[in-house]
């Protein structure tokens, strides 16, 4: 079995849909998902699995039993993890501002022309390019600044869309293997 990363999509943000990890990492493990690992409050996952797919939907049913209401999951493998961060087009801003450059996933491919739509709406120097199945997203001002919401990320790539820093995904790469 391999590794495979998934991130929860809206859970602990703006003190919504409260889920404290040790109760997620019981839930998952209680569904029959081995070698659990969270990171940080906002959703991130390693377990071992063969399938992205798979652990997703698997996620997915056992949180919507957990906690009475459906939660978004997107994951992909070890190897496609460490893909994202091999190609990520803006290694530079990464670099200098990790906290301020994200990789945005999406739960299927983003539609032709998100990241100029996107880029349409976006301000203060924000930068957006699409690679691979992902988007990269740079906000010089910090994401919370930014118009770019949760929603209008959904509407313009086509599909349930979540974002984690640089920091979030270099450490969940670590945690992956």
Same mark, same amino acid.
């Given at each position: 079995m391999g590794r495979i990363?998934?991130?929860l999509r809206g859970v602990n943000v703006g003190g919504n &849909? =409260?889920?404290?990890?040790?109760?997620? &990492?019981?839930?998952?493990? $209680? #569904? #029959?998902?081995?070698?659990? *690992?969270?990171?940080?409050? %906002?959703?991130?996952?390693?377990? +071992?699995?063969? %399938?992205?797919? =798979?652990? $997703? /939907?698997?996620?997915?049913?056992?949180?919507?039993k957990h906690a009475g209401a459906p939660i978004e /999951?997107?994951? &992909?493998? /070890? =190897?496609?993890w460490a893909g994202y961060i091999d190609a990520f087009p803006m290694a530079a801003e990464a670099k200098d501002e990790p906290s301020r450059t994200f990789l945005l996933l999406a739960k299927a491919k983003? %539609? *032709?022309?998100? +990241?100029?739509?996107?880029? $349409?709406? /976006?301000?203060? #120097?924000?930068?957006?390019?699409?690679?691979?199945?992902?988007? *990269?997203i740079h906000y010089p001002e910090g994401a919370g600044? %930014? =118009?770019?919401?949760?929603?209008?990320?959904? &509407?313009?790539?086509?599909?349930?869309t979540t974002q984690r820093n640089w920091n979030t995904v270099l450490k969940l790469k670590e945690m992956a293997g």
């Open positions: 990363v998934t991130l &849909r =409260k889920l404290p990890m040790a109760d997620l &990492r019981a839930a998952l493990e $209680e #569904g #029959g998902l081995a070698e659990v *690992a969270t990171y940080i409050q %906002s959703g991130n996952i390693v377990c +071992a699995g063969t %399938s992205a797919a =798979k652990i $997703e /939907a698997a996620v997915e049913a056992i949180l919507e /999951a997107i994951a &992909r493998t /070890a =190897k496609q983003p %539609s *032709a022309g998100a +990241a100029d739509a996107l880029a $349409e709406r /976006a301000q203060n #120097g924000e930068r957006i390019a699409v690679f691979a199945d992902a988007l *990269a600044q %930014s =118009k770019l919401t949760p929603a209008l990320l959904d &509407r313009l790539v086509g599909t349930t």
